[in-house]
């Protein structure tokens, strides 16, 4: 029986060991954080990611956990905001809703509200 080592216990290395075990490895993974995050950070499920999802058989699951969002903020290190924007809807796999609002590798198409001092 082949092992491997999956080093990083986030989505991506949990899908891959789950997805290994399936193919009949012995999987161990190593995560450096000593607990479960209570929070964390949106998922895109577009593309590759709803092909993996699918072949996973978690897809519909992974669906039925979305949190409906409105929009989006950056705030950096003094509480400033960013670019500030609503998801327009998309059509297309292919269309991110950052990308169809301003970005903030792009500030020069935003206008940045400072925070507090």
């Known amino acids: 029986m082949a092992h491997a080592l999956v080093v990083g216990g986030g989505i991506a290395g949990d899908t ?3 997805l290994m075990e399936r193919d009949g490895w012995t999987v161990t993974v190593a995560e450096i954080a000593p607990a479960l995050r209570s929070g964390g950070q ?3 499920l577009r593309g590759d990611s709803r092909a993996v999802l699918e ?3 978690l897809l519909q699951q992974a ?3 979305l949190v409906p969002q409105r929009g989006a ?3 950096d290190a003094r509480g400033g905001v960013w ?3 609503r998801w327009r809807r998309s059509t297309g796999a292919a269309t991110s809703p950052v ?3 301003c970005a903030p590798t792009s500030p020069g198409s935003c206008t ?3 925070g507090p001092a």
């Open 99 to 101: 990308r169809s609002c």
């Open 42 to 44: 949106t998922v895109d």
């Open 55 to 57: 072949r996973a058989g």
């Open 73 to 75: 903020a950056w705030i």
């Open 63 to 65: 669906l039925d956990c």
């Open 16 to 18: 891959l060991a789950l």
């Open 112 to 114: 940045r509200r400072p």
């Open 83 to 85: 670019p500030r924007c």
